[in-house]
Structures are given as C-alpha cells and as structure tokens.
C-alpha cells in the first residue's frame, strides 16, 4: 500500500505572460511530467541561482585568483632557487676547466663559446656530456 504524502502547501499567483512565454512554457512542460506550476517553479529556482551566481562570481573569481597567484609564486620561487643551484655547479666546472686551460687565447675561447652555442642550438638545449666528448674526439683526431 502506497504512503500517505500531504501535498505541499502552495501560493496561487495570477501572472500575465506573453504568448512566446506561454509556449516556451507549453514546449518545455514535459520536464516535469505536463504540470506548468512545477515548470514555472524550477524556472524561477534555476533564474534565482544564476542571479546568486553571478553576484558570488566575483567573489569566487577573486578568491582563485589569489589562489592562482600564490601557487605561481611558489613555483617561480623553486625554480629560481633550483635555477641558483645549477648555476653554481656550472660555476665550479667553469672553474675547474679554466685551470686547465690557463694558456687558452681570446680567439680560442670566443670559437669555443661560438661552437657551443650553435651546439646547443641545434640540440634545442638538452646536450648529452658523451656526444660532446665524441665531438671534442672526433674535432683533436682532426
């Protein structure tokens, strides 16, 4: 046997409505099983939240922002302390190299950096130290 439900209380309103209104109405009614006032009343509930919405976009919008902006901030942090940190071990090769290349010319040294900058051109920045070494080999057997 079914339960018992009381309907629920309900507000008789008398609106008008233009005629393209009436038949978005009668077009769209079958959302909820043929009753209009349901129709209506899902209407207006969806229209009210998108209102409310937008009033707390801007709030929403804001507040990501800000959440957006600290994470990028955190990660720019970490790459530039990482970008430090490689910076320094690139500090003690140059170092090393340079005391053993003490009696190395300007001449020398300026087609040394041209070729590694067309080096690392053409590898789009990823160099592997074995195909340097290969090259250097295949450069002094020259």
Do not use: W
């Not at 099983?33 to 207006?44: I, K, M, Q, Y």
């Not at 005391?99 to 190395?104: E, Q, R, S, W």
């Amino acid at each position: 046997m079914a339960e018992y439900k009381p309907k629920e209380q309900k507000t008789k309103y008398g609106f008008r409505l233009l005629p393209e209104t009436n038949q978005f109405i009668e077009d769209h009614k079958y959302m909820t099983n043929g009753d209009r006032s349901a129709f209506v009343s899902e209407a207006v509930r969806r229209y009210c939240a998108e209102i409310d919405g937008e009033r707390s976009l801007d709030v929403l919008c804001e507040r990501m922002y800000k959440i957006i902006s600290a994470e990028a901030e955190s990660h720019s942090s970490r790459m530039a302390h990482l970008l430090f940190k490689i910076a320094v071990e690139l500090a003690i090769q140059n170092h090393l190299l340079a005391a053993g290349y003490v009696d190395l010319t300007d001449s020398e040294m300026r087609h040394i950096r041209n070729r590694a900058i067309e080096t690392v051109r053409k590898s789009h920045g990823f160099l592997l130290f074995e195909r340097a070494l290969a090259e250097e080999r295949s450069l002094s057997g020259d």
